[in-house]
């Protein structure tokens, strides 16, 4: 266990923990690696594929829904770093651990219980495996292999020499203080060789000495640096080392809290295990005993750097550390947004919005933040007014939409829309498959007259075409008018929902000069036949087509419009209503699959003679 991380190292990722996969992989860029580190992800839900880059080559992630699907297709991953939440980390930690091919297990989760975590500690050993957390940062191999986090951005990798190994072995209970650790020793030695953080926690699964006896054993590693702190016992059992000859490579201790005294009563730092709970636990006192056992302990935490630069040029003195073979890491290539957002690239877009931005710290509707359409309490009406004609919407318009809406939600189960829907759901379907099956529907036969027919009385009244020019135009070309007739409603049974329309249009409007005209086509097509009204889908289309005139628009842009099917529209967005009603109560009534009865359909098979 002397090396437990080599340049070959790969590890499995508990958690889907994109940004620190990408971190360890940029790890190993400027480390020269040639296998990223990262052999897998593992989440519950997994069983894909994530990407990530290896330098500026994009490469596959596969992913995993449990530890024993990972560790079979990657027999050769020996870590696993894991940052399930504490409520779970200790099944999945113990499961690593009973693993044959996992022998280090990072355990990055905070608060687990006292109790497991004393059981994780107790299983490690006795399956020969190596554990530090829980609430640890991590740690790392210099040049070797990067564990989550540790280690900062990639300038602080770099400055603080990680993408190469130095002689220096560092153990710390604080990962807060890892990187300036990495930091100090760089700038003051050749920087490290090993440095691990093993967690704040009272019951670390590893302790100081665990580390520092492996790095004893390390002929690559040439002196050691640790960093305790105020509570618990650990720092003696480092002490009872020294003193034992079993650490012969000089020991470079401080341990943090001395401030503590100052305190009038007892104090809690950050960690759970850093409070003294009686003399031999406080700072000073464990400073005082490293010092008396051998340790090199300087005065302060300030005067660190200068003891593990003396060591270092006394090694180097004696011949006992060379110069570490040095080498330019390669530069990072920088992401594309951050390059964005330094002003170093540009490149065109591929997609245009003009309605909406939630880039911000809420979302933005034609430029107008969603909080202040609800403070001032508008109305859907208002919401489609911004995002399908960019214009703050008069209250009428507003109302009208809303109206319309409403009108257009439901015409019963028998039209093809919910029809379709219905017997979708009843054959099993999802809710948003059914859905589609009826909106589907929608076209020039069912509900999708609304654009047709704006845009023809708007041209054929534009065109100053009498009302009976423009039905023998009509005829003449074979076209049926589209927004004339019902199969039920006629001129003695008029439709409700196109007198609501007709007479809030003409309540509220300032001009209805389209619904003026196709009224007045309507008396020539009911003249020929009762039933050749102007049905919901013409009063509907014309009306829009009268409140965009009332907008300002001209007309340019209201036949755009048109041609983009804004008409339409209104149609799929109410029905869409109905049909989900749909649908939701086949679902509670919980219906059988629809089959058509055999009376309701006309067999009228060719005879044999006539094939």
């Known amino acids: 266990m002397k090396q437990l991380f080599s340049r070959e190292t790969q590890a499995i990722i508990y958690g889907r923990q994109l940004k620190v ?20 992800i593992v989440y519950p839900g997994g069983g894909g594929i994530e990407t990530a880059f290896f330098g500026s080559k994009e490469i596959v992630i596969p992913t995993y829904s449990t530890i024993q699907e990972a560790v079979q297709h990657h027999p050769n991953a020996t870590v696993m770093v894991n940052f399930a939440s504490y409520r779970s980390a200790f099944e999945t930690t113990k499961e690593a651990i009973n693993t044959d091919t996992i022998n280090f297990i990072a355990v990055i989760a905070e608060g687990i219980p006292e109790r497991k975590e004393r059981i994780m500690g107790a299983l490690a050993e006795e399956k020969g495996k190596v554990i530090i957390g829980p609430a640890t940062v991590g740690g790392i191999a210099a040049g070797k292999f990067r564990i989550g986090n540790a280690g900062g951005s990639a300038e602080n990798l770099v ?24 930091n100090i020793i760089a700038k003051n030695a050749d920087g490290i060789y090993e440095g691990i953080a093993i967690g704040g926690d009272r019951y670390p699964a590893s302790s100081l000495i665990d580390h520092l006896l492996r790095y004893e054993e390390n002929d690559e590693i040439k002196f050691h640096v640790m960093l305790g702190e105020v509570g618990g016992l650990e720092e003696y059992k480092v002490i009872d080392a020294l003193k034992q000859g079993k650490i012969k490579k000089p020991l470079v201790a401080w341990v943090t809290g001395t401030c503590a005294k100052v305190f009038p009563t007892e104090v809690q730092f950050g960690h759970a295990g850093a409070r003294a709970g009686g003399a031999r636990e406080t700072a000073d006192a464990k400073n005082a005993a490293l010092r008396e056992a051998g340790a090199i302990v300087p005065n302060s935490f300030d005067e660190l750097p200068e003891e593990i630069s003396k060591v270092y040029e006394d090694l180097k003195q004696k011949g006992i550390v060379s110069e570490p073979q040095e080498f330019a890491p390669p530069k990072l290539p920088m992401d594309y947004n951050v390059a964005v957002q330094k002003g170093l690239v540009r490149r065109h877009s591929e997609f245009i919005t003009t309605i909406s931005d939630d880039r911000g710290e809420e979302v933005k509707y034609a430029g107008i933040p969603l909080s202040q359409i609800i403070e001032e309490k508008r109305g859907i009406g208002d919401v489609i007014g911004l995002l399908w004609l960019k214009r703050n919407l008069p209250e009428y318009a507003s109302k009208f939409i809303e109206l319309i809406i409403m ?60 009302p009976k020019e423009f039905v023998d135009y009509m005829k003449k ?30 309540e509220h409007f300032s001009k209805t000069e389209y619904l003026n005209y196709a009224l007045e086509v309507e008396k020539v097509t009911t003249a ?57 109560d086949q679902k509670l009534l919980k219906t059988k699959l629809y089959r058509t009865e055999e009376y309701d359909v006309l067999y009228a098979l060719p005879k044999e003679e006539d094939l």
């Open 407 to 466: 009108i257009v939600a439901d015409h019963g189960p028998c039209v093809s829309g919910a029809h379709n829907a219905i017997v979708a759901s009843r054959a099993g379907k999802d809710l948003v498959s059914s859905l589609a099956s009826g909106i589907l529907t929608i076209g020039p036969r069912f509900g999708g007259a609304i654009d047709s027919a704006g845009r023809y009385f708007k041209w054929a009244k534009d065109s100053n075409l009498s």
């Open 159 to 182: 400055s603080s020499k990680l993408y190469r190994p130095g002689s220096v072995g560092l153990v710390t209970k604080s990962g807060g203080m890892l990187n300036e650790m990495f």
């Open 21 to 40: 996969v990408q971190r360890m992989l940029d790890f190993d860029y400027i480390s020269k690696r040639d296998l990223p580190s990262v052999a897998c």
């Open 477 to 506: 070309k074979g076209i049926l008018i589209p927004g004339i007739g019902h199969r039920v409603k006629s001129v003695s049974n008029p439709d409700k929902r196109v007198e609501m329309l007709k007479k809030y249009a003409k």
């Open 528 to 584: 020929k036949k009762g039933n050749l009204i102007l049905n919901i889908d013409g009063c509907t289309g014309v009306l829009l087509v009268d409140m965009m005139k009332s907008l300002g628009l001209n007309d340019k842009e209201i036949e755009e419009r048109i041609d983009a099917g804004l008409l339409n529209a209104f149609f799929v967005l109410g029905r869409s209503i109905g049909i989900v009603g749909h649908i939701i």
